[in-house]
């Protein structure tokens, strides 16, 4: 599956060229424009930064015919009157809505990226790093994330959203001489989402299987069994509650207003569930939220757990069940059962098959008032991206074990 991208551009302050003709990528994941970005400078001759999704021609990524709105970098030979690429290609005359959002985020505005990448050139040479290059790989409600080359390794810019800026602390959160995490390391951060990290060696780890991502559970042990020491000290830093009752709490306030009648029993009991599964001994600590292999980047020797935005406080049986839950369902108990062991050790007296058992239909149950958290949280032009998301999170949850 590929993608074909239609480019609304806009010049470097911020006034409406035109369309680019349309071409393709060959990625379908539509916050992908890295690959967009090279084709617009081979095919067009132009430099440009990718802000934000215009529309699409199907309801949801990923693939299809997909617009964007492109803010021109670097091409002062650009004219307004008549509107042609640096190569003499003609614009089609478009209009398009630039009024401001309320929920927009900072860079999806014209001179936004500009904005960010001239912050984390300025951090990288406070650091004694010369920038080389810099290329943006992604972009869309949730992030935009640039590589940038400089003369000492490349370094990357994340963006985050506001319900997501403790990342970096959690990331660079002290235990004794050490941070809490094997995570990426926090080069520097605004405390306004902005956040440049060292690089990480190696790949994603998509497609990982039953013996990598057993390595990735112990391995993360480690880090929630020292996080339940310093919990405290967690939530005073900024790291969301969601521990108990509150995350019972979290769940209803999100969810209000949808249709939640699939998912209606699980959520009369949810109060009564959670309660259950305090009584199984267990105790909170740090929640990555998301752990699945595309979120481990490294080879088979090495592993760094990255992209910790959606971390929280609360049960580690969270975070076991997302790194098993698309594997077959017996390599998936072998992991939970290695997980149990883990716990059972560390907390003699606990009953971790339990709590796994009673938060199965709580996980995705969770994720449906996560993605409604996003879709509260972004502006209307980009509910594309999630608007499937929560009523299929409450069928999974209303599904069952």
Not at 179 to 190: E, K, Q, R, T
Not at 273 to 288: A, E, F, K, S
Not at 326 to 337: P, S, T
Request: charged fraction near 20%.
């Amino acid at each position: 599956m590929s993608r074909t991208v239609s480019l609304v551009l806009l010049d470097s302050a911020g006034r409406p060229l035109g369309a680019l003709p349309p071409f393709a990528v060959p990625e379908p994941w539509w916050q992908e424009v890295a690959s967009i970005v090279d084709a617009v400078r081979q095919r067009h001759g132009l430099e440009v930064a990718v802000l934000r999704l215009l529309g699409a021609d199907r309801p949801a990524p990923p693939g299809g015919h997909v617009r964007y709105l492109a803010q021109v970098v670097d091409a002062p030979g650009v004219p307004l009157e008549p509107a042609v690429d640096a190569l003499g290609v003609p614009l089609e005359p478009v209009a398009v809505d630039l009024a401001p959002h309320p929920l927009r985020q900072r860079w999806a505005e014209a001179g936004g990226p500009a904005r960010s990448v001239a912050w984390a050139t300025g951090e990288l040479r406070r650091l004694g790093r010369r920038v080389t290059a810099v290329a943006q790989q992604r972009t869309w409600n949730l992030s935009a994330i640039w590589r940038l080359d400089t003369d000492r390794g490349p370094a990357w810019l994340k963006q985050l959203p506001p319900f997501a800026r403790h990342e970096p602390t959690v990331l660079a959160f002290p235990v004794g001489t050490n941070s809490l995490i094997n995570g990426p390391v926090v080069l520097a951060a605004d405390g306004e989402g902005r956040m440049l990290l060292a690089d990480v060696p190696g790949a994603d780890r998509y497609g990982a299987g039953e013996g990598e991502r057993a390595a990735v559970a112990a391995e993360h042990h480690s880090v929630q069994w020292r996080a339940c020491g310093v919990v405290g000290e967690l939530l005073a830093a900024g790291v969301p509650d969601l521990r108990g009752a509150r995350l019972a709490d979290w769940i209803h306030e999100r969810l209000a207003g949808y249709d939640v009648s699939a998912a209606a029993d699980l959520l009369d009991g949810l109060d009564r569930r959670l309660r259950q599964v305090g009584d199984c001994g267990l105790p909170d600590t740090l929640v990555h939220g998301d752990l699945h292999p595309g979120n481990v980047r490294g080879d088979d020797g090495h592993r760094t757990v990255i992209d910790w935005a959606d971390s929280f406080v609360g049960h580690p049986a969270f975070d076991i069940l997302r790194l098993t839950e698309d594997l077959d369902a017996d390599a998936a108990a072998r992991l939970v059962d290695a997980w149990a062991r883990r716990w059972r050790v560390d907390v003699p007296g606990s009953d971790p098959p339990r709590a796994v058992d009673l938060l199965r239909p709580v996980a995705p149950l969770r994720l449906a008032a996560v993605y409604a958290m996003f879709l509260a949280a972004i502006e209307p032009g980009e509910h594309p991206y999630h608007v499937h998301d929560v009523p299929a999170a409450l069928a999974r949850a209303a599904a069952g074990p």
